[in-house]
């Protein structure tokens, strides 16, 4: 499907907008093309004056005449004005508002999107589509529209004044006007997967730049900035290689269309001016035909421009559209979960999972069966890559099981509506996601009517409530992108309040404290002891320090579960959990 019929089923809400904008457009062409026929009802007056065509009329007085063009003259001044103000305040509206919507639509999208998704596409990519090619769409509202609806209606206007005036000239006059929009068209098809390509490019660039701009601190660590200065330089040349190869197609439209003008307003130049000789055709007449003709050819260079602002957006349209329609595969529907009854019991039956759909033999998990009792503590170790946190993922439904099913409280997961199930389920992460707000918005996150009561609790069961005292302004103290401003310690423990304070029937420790000191982790340790109570806790980890108290304790390896039970009957088993126990306390 052609992008401008996509943006328009997009934006089929807008129609009345579109609609009254366009009639604006018309009508100031209309009132921009009469000018040049009353200069030419003006010279007809004073060459003619009491025969001319006013007086014909009716006004045989050529004075009398004069006045009534002056008054004339300001009426059609001043509509044009006032219709040029509304078309350019609906037009522009018009532009914000579907920007606005379409980004909004786009990344709320984005979000619905599957964790598989982002693995396949760049983040940088998805900006540039979100920020870049929205942007894009705009411009072209802005002002591209109006251009061409004035092109389209100032030709049928002053083409249907030629042939009022004068049928033969007008054949001569317009010949070249055919020949210049399909010159357009001709440029239009070859610089569409030029644009395209520009686009593509672009996007690779932006995700090279964010990718560098995340890890700029290894980029330093590792003295490798004139490395990634030269990848940088490599994606810019393909970007600008890209749009070259566009400016050149582009940029040979406007002189083509300029010597397709010149022909027709020489034949009118000259061979109107024989008729008038000739005595065939009236000097007014003339002179609003050699105006007309300026009036509806030179517009027409303004197509090379019209050309290219139309390619970059129908460009951008293209990759907005496919983001729009890229189908969501983990539905949000189902049925209702109320928090209060969520005893907190699961079930993992037979659960099959690879990340890569299409090698089967590659499986994360392979068949993995447990159930977890309300309120029971579990673990889950082993090696790196042996399926420990695919299974938190899938309890999640950052992805689906293939096949297996995963039961919460008796009833599978896929039946229960996404959201409901998520709100259950407290997530702390090794590398803990905080957003760009103070701390208080951060512990709060997803839960912005929480009291500051309750927000400073929550930091004081996760002892953090000392640190961010001390912080410049305590709890309204921004965190930075990220949390950059924080300590990874400090970070965690934001993230364990945000979890204390969700207090969720289930709760999920993904390596929660691999990533810090002794001392934190001793802090993090104890109020993870408290938070644990009570629920249902999943916890996940390298450290077998920290799972000793877990009821049981899962091994994985190779996606499969190779060993379970509580730490002192594995240990006395001898198995695998007992070699990594030796491996990571020293012992023999």
């Known amino acids: ?91 522009r509206n018009l532009a914000q508002n579907l920007q606005h919507a379409t980004r909004m639509d786009a990344y ?143 940029a040979a439209i406007t002189p083509v269309i300029r010597v397709a003008i010149l022909a027709g307003f020489t034949v009118t130049l000259l061979y109107g001016g024989f008729l008038v000789l000739n005595g065939e055709l009236g000097v007014g007449s003339y002179s609003a035909l050699v105006y007309l003709t300026q009036r509806l050819l030179w517009p027409l260079t303004r197509l090379a421009e019209l050309t290219d602002l139309y390619q970059r957006s129908m460009a951008s349209v293209d990759r907005v559209m496919n983001l729009l329609q890229t189908p969501v595969a983990i539905g949000y529907a189902g049925q209702p979960l109320p928090l209060a009854q969520v005893r907190g019991e699961l079930v993992f039956d037979d659960v099959r999972f690879g990340y890569d759909d299409d090698d089967a033999s590659r499986l994360a998990l392979a068949g993995v069966s447990v159930t977890i009792g309300a309120g029971e503590t579990v673990a889950f170790v082993g090696a790196t890559g042996s399926g420990k946190s695919t299974l938190t993922k899938l309890l999640l439904r950052l992805y689906d099981t293939r096949p297996g099913s995963i039961r919460l409280d008796g009833v599978p997961i896929t039946d229960i509506a996404l959201q409901d199930l998520r709100r259950a389920i407290g997530y702390v992460a090794q590398d803990s996601f905080l957003t760009d707000g103070t701390v208080a918005e951060n512990i709060a996150y997803g839960m912005h009517d929480a009291p500051r009561k309750k927000i400073i609790a929550a930091a004081q069961a996760a002892e953090a409530h000392e640190f961010v005292t001390a912080l410049p302004q305590g709890y309204d103290t921004p965190v930075g992108e990220r949390g950059m401003k924080l300590s990874g310690g400090q970070r965690q ?87 990594l126990w030796r491996l990571q306390t020293g012992e023999r």
């Open 1 to 91: 499907m052609h992008p401008l019929r996509r943006l328009f089923g997009y934006a089929r809400s807008y129609r009345r907008d579109v609609a009254m904008a366009s009639v604006y457009s018309v009508a100031n062409k209309f009132f921009d093309v009469l000018p040049e026929i009353l200069i030419g009802v003006a010279v007809d007056v004073v060459v003619n004056r009491t025969e001319s065509f006013l007086a014909r009329l009716g006004i045989v007085d050529p004075k009398q005449q004069l006045v009534l063009l002056a008054l004339l003259t300001i009426v059609i001044w001043l509509a044009e004005s006032l219709t040029e103000y509304l078309y350019e305040v609906r037009w």
């Open 108 to 250: 709320a999208h984005v979000q619905r999107l599957q964790m598989a998704y982002f693995e396949r596409n760049r983040s940088g990519n998805l900006l540039a589509i979100l920020n870049e090619d929205v942007n894009q769409m705009e411009r072209f509202l802005n002002g591209g529209a109006n251009d061409l609806i004035q092109v389209f209606v100032g030709s049928i206007m002053v083409g249907a004044v030629f042939f009022a005036l004068t049928t033969e000239l007008a054949f001569l006059a317009l010949t070249p006007v055919p020949f210049i929009l399909l010159g357009a068209f001709w440029f239009q098809k070859r610089l569409a997967p030029r644009y395209a390509a520009m686009r593509e490019s672009a996007g690779s660039m932006a995700a090279r730049l964010n990718n560098n701009l995340q890890g700029i601190a290894t980029v330093k660590a590792y003295a490798a900035e004139e490395i990634e200065l030269d990848h940088i330089r490599q994606a810019s040349d393909t970007y600008r290689a890209r749009n070259q190869e566009a400016i050149r197609w582009a």
């Open 493 to 579: 423990r934001l993230a364990l309040a945000r979890a204390i304070l969700k207090n969720p029937p289930i709760l999920i420790l993904d390596e929660a404290t691999s990533a810090v000191d002794n001392e934190t982790e001793a802090a993090i340790q104890r109020s993870l002891d408290r938070l644990v109570v009570g629920r249902t806790s999943l916890i996940i980890a390298h450290r077998l320090s920290t799972v000793r108290q877990a009821s049981c304790i899962h091994v994985l390896d190779g996606g499969r579960i190779i060993e379970s039970g509580a730490h002192e009957q594995l240990l006395a088993n001898d198995g695998a959990y007992a070699s």
